[in-house]
């Protein structure tokens, strides 16, 4: 039996647009929040930052950076500061809101960048953001 596996650039398109970020961010992120809270959550990363434990975290078509917002948020204050995120989205536009949205929340310890989840040279990289 063959499987075809189609690369999952639904909306490839729209995600490219120019200045789409910053739609995304005022309109499409209020609609992701319950998702986005789930994810963190689930995942299980805030508690391993609390149990003191080193945290790297790969945060995959981050976006304008919502989750990582999230994870940040909940573990900024926190005594163990052995965490990083690496944010990671193939639009420019999101990147760019991405990394609007790490100055004005003042990020520690995130790297955010331009890559293509199926290109898997583009994801060639460490969790280096330092504090
Ligand atoms: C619905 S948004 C989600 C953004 C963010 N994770 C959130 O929850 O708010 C989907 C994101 O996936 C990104 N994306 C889709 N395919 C991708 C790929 N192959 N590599 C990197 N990013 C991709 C898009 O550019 C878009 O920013």
Redesign the pocket.
């Given at each position: 039996m063959t499987t075809t596996i189609k690369p999952?650039?639904a909306g490839?398109e729209l995600?490219a647009k120019k200045d789409y970020g910053k739609t995304?961010r005022s309109a499409?992120?209020g609609l992701?929040q319950k998702p986005?809270i789930q994810l963190v959550e689930q995942s299980g990363v805030v508690e391993a930052v609390q149990a003191g434990r080193r945290v790297d975290v790969w945060?995959?078509?981050?976006?304008?950076g919502?989750?990582t917002a999230k994870f940040v948020a909940a573990v900024r204050d926190l005594p163990n500061t052995n965490w990083s995120v690496i944010g990671?989205?193939?639009?420019e536009s999101?990147i760019e809101s991405a990394k609007e949205r790490a100055q004005e929340e003042s990020w520690l310890n995130v790297e955010i960048r331009v890559?293509?989840?199926?290109v898997s040279k583009e994801l060639n990289f460490e969790c280096t953001a330092q504090r």
């Amino acid at each position: 039996m063959t499987t075809t596996i189609k690369p999952a650039v639904a909306g490839a398109e729209l995600w490219a647009k120019k200045d789409y970020g910053k739609t995304y961010r005022s309109a499409g992120e209020g609609l992701m929040q319950k998702p986005i809270i789930q994810l963190v959550e689930q995942s299980g990363v805030v508690e391993a930052v609390q149990a003191g434990r080193r945290v790297d975290v790969w945060d995959n078509a981050c976006g304008t950076g919502s989750v990582t917002a999230k994870f940040v948020a909940a573990v900024r204050d926190l005594p163990n500061t052995n965490w990083s995120v690496i944010g990671t989205d193939f639009s420019e536009s999101m990147i760019e809101s991405a990394k609007e949205r790490a100055q004005e929340e003042s990020w520690l310890n995130v790297e955010i960048r331009v890559a293509d989840a199926q290109v898997s040279k583009e994801l060639n990289f460490e969790c280096t953001a330092q504090r």
